[in-house]
C-alpha cells in the first residue's frame, strides 16, 4: 500500500482548494466580501477575545480578530481555529463564523505562503475562465 508523504498531502490539499475555487466561479457581481461588524456587548462580553473565523473568495480560511488588531491567512481550518486561541492565551476566545466570505483586511500574521498560494488560484481561476466558455460552444 503506497504511503502518502506531507508534500503528496499539500499537493492534494492544494488541488482540492483550487477546484472548490473553480466551482464558486463566476461569482455574482454584488457578492462582495461580507463588512464584518463590531460584537454586540450583550452577546460577547468585551473583555473575552472574538475572532471572525470564515473563508475568503478564494476558499482559503481567515482568522481576524474582531476589534482588528491581528489576522492570518491559512489552508486548513483547524490552522484559523488555533491562531485564534493561540492570540488569545492564556484565556480562549469566543469563535464567530459569518455566513459570508470575508478577507483579511491586516497584515498576513498566518502561513506566510498562501498569499502566493492565493495568486496561483487567483491565476487558475482566470485560466479556466478562458477554457470554460470554449469548452462549452
Known sequence: MPV???HMCEDAA???IAVQAARRWPEAPQAHAAM????DPDVVSASIPAFFIGRN????WVAREANGRIGGVFLFKSAAV???NHQSEPARCALVFPTESFELDLENWGNPLIVLAARLLERAKQLLARVIPRQRT
Do not use: E
Open 4 to 6: 502518502m508523504t506531507l
Open 14 to 16: 492544494m488541488a482540492a
Open 36 to 39: 464584518l461588524k463590531p460584537l
Open 57 to 60: 473568495k478564494a476558499g482559503l
Open 82 to 84: 488555533d491562531f485564534a
